[in-house]
């Protein structure tokens, strides 16, 4: 039995603005599930109705096999970590943490015993006496992940924890939070709009966009193997370039370029009868390559902008008129893509259309 | 001499007395109904929430002559309110100490409740919230997590609607009149001296006034630092 299952779930505002539009979804015990998307897509929304923060307009929420629509926030069994950590500034460290247990009418020694516990294990056990506002980001980041499961709940819901703080520690707390998910197991609903977070941290991804979910699976199998155009540019540090052609039997034409595909990418796309058609190419940065010399398929691309990373750089250019990216280590001027890794989608549908074998 | 000898009279006591008495049960009135109303109206939307809103607002700006002369058609003799409050009590309500007490609560209301609404919407509504997640129950939200956090907006609400009862003069001298030892309080009493050429009296019953309202806008001050 799944330990979360989400049945047609909608969000409706003043009856015509939707929020979230039926949603389905199930999440299995100890997962660490993150729901990525721009901001405004749904998905914080459709985390304060899994809280009862909001009430769904329609559709069913089961928790461990119980509908809890009707069910009350403060009866859910849940604990959420806030994108301003949310602590309470009027109490110490101490009562932000003995707050929820206290509600729950758990005996003082266990409070005590807890929040021992729980302090040493997030390293803030010298902060107990001080108020939030004398606390750093990070400091107030741990007690707010400290809050959440001290109460040993069944769901954990962060509703974009990290946003507010600097890369470097935005970095550190990611592996903190990791971690700590590997330790205590508890299954978690991340929400956030940064996909390099998304990649990282997810057993399983969902990926939102205007209030639908549009792709689930592991990060890696949704990254090589977006389902639409809007997963594929989402989805990677920049997105996937995205080359408008036409097919020509084994030949896809960007303006004056032609570009030889392999058998097995250019025969399910006939079968699909799209010879002579518009197509849509997507291509990774990453998968921009150095040509080698026998190449024939050298792209003839203007460079506009080099950003140098360190590591890697970035190679902003116009091929056929049509803006792409590199990623590449050495810096090289002839360039080809890398064949097995491009895909093919449809120009209306924005679907992907290259294989069939895939979901 | 003369002014120890007013300090010692019940004469001087009993409008100052009337006005404490009067503000104090006004102000507990106003501090309990103007932080319920505006919790209620800071949390909740609905059709003609600006309608009433506007309403409450209103003694704010209206002539104290207006709530005079709307409580006395409201409450007086010749309305079914009236009428039902004398059949109750066996007295009518105009013209008692219960009327000064009426009056000041209409005229101080919307200063605790501008004052507690704005305090409560001002609270990060994630804060609210987190106390859910966390099991408090409406009830407990508002208790251990809402009126904390807006202590500062209730407390100078608190203060400005207890020294807007305790200065209350229009509305309370047509309402609950001037009879003195019973709905004679300090204002009305001040306008009486001064119309009876009874300067040395005017002045006590000024410093008095002075001197409450001079400690209570203190504390105000200090509080808000």
């Known amino acids: 039995m799944p330990q979360l299952k989400l049945e047609n779930v909608s969000k409706w505002y003043n009856d015509n603005v939707c929020a979230v539009q039926n949603v389905s979804l199930?999440?299995?015990?100890?997962?660490?599930?993150?729901?990525?998307g721009?901001?405004?897509?749904?998905?914080?929304?459709?985390?304060?109705?899994?809280?009862?923060?909001?009430?769904?307009?329609?559709?069913?929420?089961?928790?461990?096999?119980t509908c809890i629509n009707e069910l009350p926030t403060r009866d859910r069994q849940i604990a959420m970590v806030f994108q301003n950590y949310a602590l309470y500034p009027h109490m110490t460290v101490y009562e932000n943490l003995a707050f929820g247990l206290k509600m729950r009418k758990i005996p003082k020694v266990e409070i005590d015993k807890r929040i021992n516990e729980v302090t040493k294990n997030l390293k803030i056990n010298g902060l107990l006496n001080r108020k939030p506002q004398s606390l750093s980001g990070g400091q107030c980041q741990r007690v707010a992940l400290a809050r959440a499961i001290i109460k040993k709940t069944k769901l954990f819901l962060m509703d974009e924890p990290l946003s507010s703080?600097?890369?470097?520690?935005?970095?550190?707390?990611r592996r903190e939070i990791t971690n700590l998910h590997n330790k205590i197991k508890i299954t978690s609903i991340y929400v956030t709009h940064d996909q390099s977070e998304a990649m990282t941290m997810a057993t399983k991804l969902f990926v939102m966009k205007d209030g639908v979910i549009l792709q689930v699976g592991p990060p890696m199998n949704v990254y090589e193997k977006p389902n639409s155009i809007f997963v594929a540019t989402f989805l990677g540090s920049p997105g996937m370039n995205i080359l408008r052609g036409k097919l020509m039997d084994d030949t896809f034409m960007i303006g004056k370029s032609s570009i030889k595909l392999p058998m097995d990418k250019y025969g399910y796309l006939l079968e699909q009868g799209y010879c002579n058609k518009e197509l849509l190419l997507g291509v990774r940065p990453e998968h921009i390559v150095q040509a080698k010399d026998n190449e024939s398929n050298i792209l003839d691309i203007k460079i506009t902008h080099v950003e140098r990373l360190g590591d890697v750089s970035l190679i902003y250019s116009f091929f056929e008129c049509q803006p792409i990216v590199a990623k590449m280590n050495d810096f090289t001027m002839k360039f080809t893509l890398d064949l097995d890794r491009i895909h093919f989608f449809d120009p209306l549908t924005e679907k992907r259309v290259d294989s069939f074998n895939d979901e | 001499m003369k002014s120890m000898d007013l300090l010692l009279n019940n004469l001087f006591w009993s409008p100052v007395w009337i006005s404490i008495k009067t503000a104090i049960v006004a102000g507990v009135f106003v501090i309990i109904l103007g932080t319920l109303v505006g919790y209620v109206l800071s949390k909740k939307k609905f059709k003609g929430k600006i309608l009433i809103e506007t309403i409450l607002m209103l003694p704010i700006v209206l002539p104290p002559?207006?709530?005079?002369?709307?409580?006395i058609i409201i409450f007086g003799q010749n309305s079914y309110i009236g009428q039902f409050i004398e059949w109750i009590f066996r007295q009518p309500i105009i013209f008692t100490w219960w009327a000064a007490v009426f009056a000041a609560i209409i005229v101080a209301f919307p200063l605790m409740y501008q004052s507690a609404k704005s305090g409560f919407s001002s609270i990060d509504k994630s804060i609210e919230d987190a106390a859910r997640i966390d099991g408090a129950s409406e009830w407990k939200v508002f208790l251990f997590i809402s009126i904390p956090l807006a202590s500062k907006s209730l407390l100078s609400g608190s203060i400005l609607s207890f020294a807007r009862a305790l200065g209350e003069f229009g509305a309370t001298l047509m309402f609950a009149g001037n009879i003195p030892g019973k709905t004679q309080t300090l204002p009305t009493a001040i306008y009486l001296a001064i119309d009876g050429g009874e300067m040395a009296l005017a002045w006590t019953w000024v410093i008095a006034i002075v001197f409450i309202s001079f400690i209570m806008m203190f504390i105000l001050q200090i509080k808000q630092k």
């Not at chain 1, 199930?26 to 990525?36: A, D, L, S, Y």
């Not at chain 1, 897509?41 to 096999?65: H, V």
């Open chain 1, 38 to 65: 721009p901001s405004g897509c749904g998905k914080s929304t459709l985390l304060r109705m899994i809280a009862g923060l909001e009430k769904a307009s329609s559709g069913k929420i089961y928790l461990d096999g």
């Open chain 2, 65 to 71: 002559t207006v709530i005079g002369f709307f409580l």
């Open chain 1, 26 to 36: 199930q999440i299995e015990k100890e997962e660490f599930v993150v729901i990525v």
């Open chain 1, 165 to 173: 703080l600097d890369s470097t520690l935005r970095l550190q707390m």
